[in-house]
């Protein structure tokens, strides 16, 4: 009986190729034990049939950015990101790999008790964006109200209201329906959207971030996430 071995020193044999390169092979899913997709390099083998993908790349793997839509009232939503919840039609065409649900940085987090649209990154370029430049991306929210709306209130809500004792800028807020407000805004601050309707006679009853920058959470349904599209930018 042949002795547990790492994959990678089986692979480097097989190809051959050199232990690099078979741990890159391994690492981006292009090798299978037994039929099986294994993407740790560490993993032990003895008389398992081991095989590389014919179309296997050695091709540096790129950081992902996952879009998730998060309920309300959630913590620690990163683990709601895996592989069982991943969005059916993802259009992205993406290959699923381990490795892209490792070192995700969250960028611009929820309102407290909101759930929408949730950014996480492995791509340090979209992390600054999405961090460094928050204050000039808007972000946009469908607000479920309760009560009377002041005179003016809509106007108000527009511009005109201030917040810790400093104006607050113009941002564009309208009716969606008779109970569903829509807020665009930039440089949001914290408990700001709440802040504003009580200010004009109304009661936050949720809110649901729907877009960040340029990028909408469309039909992704709750709890479940999609990759970034190339072409997508924040």
Not at 31 to 43: A, K, L, R
Not at 109 to 129: I, M, Y
Request: aromatic content about 6%; some cysteine.
């Amino acid at each position: 009986m042949t002795d547990p071995v790492r994959l990678a020193k089986r692979l480097a044999e097989l190809i051959p190729c050199s232990r690099r390169e078979a741990e890159l092979y391994i690492a981006g899913g292009w090798v299978t034990v037994d039929g099986e997709v294994i993407e740790e390099p560490q993993f032990r083998v003895s008389q398992q049939k081991v095989e590389l993908h014919p179309e296997a790349s050695l091709t540096p793997l790129e950081p992902v950015t996952i879009l998730l839509h998060q309920p309300p009232e959630t913590d620690a939503a990163q683990q709601l990101i895996g592989a069982d919840t991943r969005m059916t039609d993802d259009p992205s065409g993406i290959h699923m790999l381990k490795q892209h649900f490792t070192r995700l940085t969250q960028g611009i987090p929820l309102e407290a008790h909101a759930g929408g649209l949730s950014a996480f990154t492995q791509d340090w370029r979209v992390a600054r964006k999405l961090n460094d430049d928050a204050a000039t991306l808007e972000q946009e929210y469908i607000v479920e109200v309760a009560g009377e709306i002041h005179p003016d209130g809509l106007k108000l809500l527009n511009h005109g209201l201030s917040l810790n004792g400093r104006a607050l800028p113009p941002i564009k807020v309208s009716w969606q329906n008779e109970t569903r407000l829509r807020f665009a805004l930039k440089g949001m601050q914290p408990g700001q959207i709440v802040h504003m309707c009580k200010r004009v006679g109304l009661e936050v009853l949720s809110m649901k971030r729907i877009r960040i920058g340029r990028v909408s959470m469309g039909k992704l349904p709750p709890g479940q996430w999609r990759y970034l599209m190339p072409y997508e930018r924040f």
